[in-house]
């Protein structure tokens, strides 16, 4: 079986604290995240060094998304997630610089 995970770039929006857009990932994001099914595991980390060619665009957090299939994940948050990425984007993150990587697990 593969292992597909999503990670998310993402900057917050100026004026932003770091405090309130981590709050909101504790108290709505992962709990989101947790009723999922599709969702095998998911973290948001803080960006706290680059290389200097991503620099300059100032990413602030990675998100790293496990999930069972990219299609049905993809169907649920479609389905589930739309109130939640309205609220995120809002509120915390500048959807213009929000980008995302699929990968699949090299087993050893």
């Known amino acids: 079986m593969t292992t597909t995970v999503r990670y998310v770039l993402a900057k917050m929006k100026p004026g932003v ?36 060619k991503l620099a300059p665009i100032g990413w602030d957090y990675i998100e790293r998304i496990e999930v069972t299939s990219r299609a049905a994940y993809e169907r649920e948050l479609a389905e589930k997630g739309k109130g939640l990425l309205d609220e995120l984007y809002s509120k915390y993150l500048d959807r213009s610089y929000t980008t995302s990587i699929w990968s699949e697990l090299v087993e050893p």
């Open 17 to 52: 604290s770091r405090e309130d857009y981590e709050r909101f990932e504790r108290q709505v994001d992962y709990i989101f995240c947790e009723q999922v099914k599709t969702i095998v595991s998911y973290r948001t980390h803080r960006i706290t060094d680059v290389g200097e």
